[in-house]
């Protein structure tokens, strides 16, 4: 079964600063991983989805790789921001599983940035 | 105003009712899905529907059952066999493998 693991748990940054949010999976034969975000007691927000074929999305200040053959993504945000504050959570859809393209998720990294 | 829309945002059920969670959507979308997050866990899957009168069990469906007459709304109704219902309760819907939306949740808290 797809196992997804987001590395850290949790994370405190002062503002400006770049940060690297990593999530790493299992079963490399997925269709696509999207990022999402969650603020506290919401539903999640969709970042950014990287298809099987890419190897990054871009959107704004943030940027998403994905290395399915090492089944590793990372999530790039730039300049953080106060409001960047959420919780941060990573999924995949993979071609292995008999779900009609349900995601796996990762438990999330919190993270908190700093004015 | 397009989207998805989970009702009530709050829920309270008291032991041995049965209580309903609605999901309504106007995206189109063939697929509709449940999650349940509980904190310091991931999402896991209850149920999901690829298409209207059909829908299957994911890894956590035990005291849980929903119903798709329309391919708008998906309900979710938790039984008085699901021991311990507290959690958030997210749904989603999908087109195929595109992008994925969700609603803003329901929290359901057993009195």
């Known amino acids: 079964k797809q196992e997804v693991t987001q590395i850290p748990a949790a994370l405190s940054v002062p503002e400006g600063e770049n940060l690297v949010l990593n999530c790493s999976f299992t079963d490399s034969a997925i269709y696509n991983l999207q990022w999402f975000r969650q603020d506290p007691g919401k539903g999640l927000t969709s970042l950014l989805l990287i298809q099987s074929s890419q190897r990054e999305q871009t959107s704004g200040r943030l940027n998403a790789s994905l290395d399915k053959s090492s089944g590793r993504s990372t999530l790039y945000i730039a300049a953080s921001q106060p409001g960047d504050s959420a919780t941060y959570l990573c999924?995949?859809?993979?071609?292995?599983?008999?779900?009609?393209?349900?995601?796996?998720f990762g438990k999330g990294t919190s993270l908190l940035v700093t004015p | 105003d397009g989207g998805i829309t989970q009702s009530p945002k709050y829920l309270f059920r008291k032991e041995g009712q049965n209580v309903t969670l609605s999901c309504e959507q106007n995206l189109n979308h063939d697929a509709m899905y449940w999650y349940r997050q509980d904190p310091g866990q991931g999402l896991r899957l209850i149920y999901y529907?690829?298409?209207?009168?059909?829908?299957q069990k994911g890894d956590i469906a035990e005291g849980y059952s929903v119903s798709r007459e329309k391919k708008e709304s998906f309900p979710l109704t938790v039984t008085s066999a699901q021991k311990n219902p507290t959690a958030f309760y997210l749904c989603a819907t999908r087109q195929g493998a595109a992008e994925a939306f969700f609603g803003q949740g329901t929290r359901l808290t057993v009195v």
């Open positions: 529907s690829q298409i209207v009168n059909d829908f």
């Open positions: 999924a995949v859809s993979d071609t292995n599983s008999n779900s009609g393209y349900a995601l796996n």
